[in-house]
T-cell receptor, first 115, second 115 residues
Framework: AQTVTQSQPEMSVQEAETVTLSCTYDTSESDYYLFWYKQPPSRQMILVIRQEAYKQQNATENRFSVNFQKAAKSFSLKISDSQLGDAAMYFCAYPSNFGNEKLTFGTGTRLTIIP | DTGVSQDPRHKITKRGQNVTFRCDPISEHNRLYWYRQTLGQGPEFLTYFQNEAQLEKSRLLSDRFSAERPKGSFSTLEIQRTEQGDSAMYLC?????????????FGPGTRLTVT
């Protein structure tokens, strides 16, 4: 069974600083995708960044980047120049490869931005 | 069309009552998912539709739960004889059908409280 583990229930960072959220996963697949989703308080969950496992280059979206270590099954999210609007729950997620692409989520990391 | 919508946003019901939730996906999206999220946890997959066909149901979906997607448009999730353990946020998501792994667009959720 696929599992996704986020070992940091809560993290905090000073505004404008950099923070890294960790995620590990377990899969027997060789080709797959990984996602980071953001869930702001009382707001909808949105996709932050996506990584394709067959691509060696780490994905980057503006201030958000990942450190993807396929052999270690590690997928961490780095947020640079943290902003107050980054405060949210962050979930690492793994979509099933078996046609339905249902997502398996980690337990999440609550990120607090300190002004 | 501005995104996935869910109705109601909040529902308080007494144990033993039936409840029904509605999800309107993004109009051109073939895939529709239901997830359940309890406090402090990541969302857990419940069921998946491709157009009007319900293609997968999680073991979490007991026989008190039923979901439909008539005509492949909106979907409903019904819980019969609600129990206190059903209290959770019920999230709906939709995505297009195609090659590769696609972002799932989430609705705001329906928060169910069973008293």
């Amino acid at each position: 069974a696929q599992t996704v583990t986020q070992s940091q229930p809560e993290m905090s960072v000073q505004e404008a600083e950099t923070v890294t959220l960790s995620c590990t996963y377990d899969t027997s697949e060789s080709d797959y995708y990984l996602f980071w989703y953001k869930q702001p308080p009382s707001r909808q969950m949105i996709l932050v960044i996506r990584q394709e496992a067959y691509k060696q280059q780490n994905a980057t979206e503006n201030r958000f980047s990942v450190n993807f270590q396929k052999a270690a099954k590690s997928f961490s999210l780095k947020i640079s120049d943290s902003q107050l609007g980054d405060a949210a729950m962050y979930f690492c997620a793994y979509p099933s490869n078996f046609g339905n692409e249902k997502l398996t989520f980690g337990t999440g990391t609550r990120l607090t931005i300190i002004p | 069309d501005t995104g996935v919508s869910q109705d109601p946003r909040h529902k308080i019901t007494k144990r033993g009552q039936n409840v029904t939730f509605r999800c309107d996906p993004i109009s051109e999206h073939n895939r529709l998912y239901w997830y359940r999220q309890t406090l402090g946890q990541g969302p857990e997959f419940l069921t998946y539709f491709q157009n009007e066909a319900q293609l997968e149901k999680s073991r979490l979906l007991s026989d008190r739960f039923s979901a439909e997607r008539p005509k492949g448009s909106f979907s409903t999730l019904e819980i019969q004889r609600t129990e206190q353990g059903d209290s959770a946020m019920y999230l709906c998501a939709s995505s297009p059908l195609g090659q590769g792994s696609h972002e799932q667009y989430f609705g705001p959720g329906t928060r169910l409280t069973v008293t």
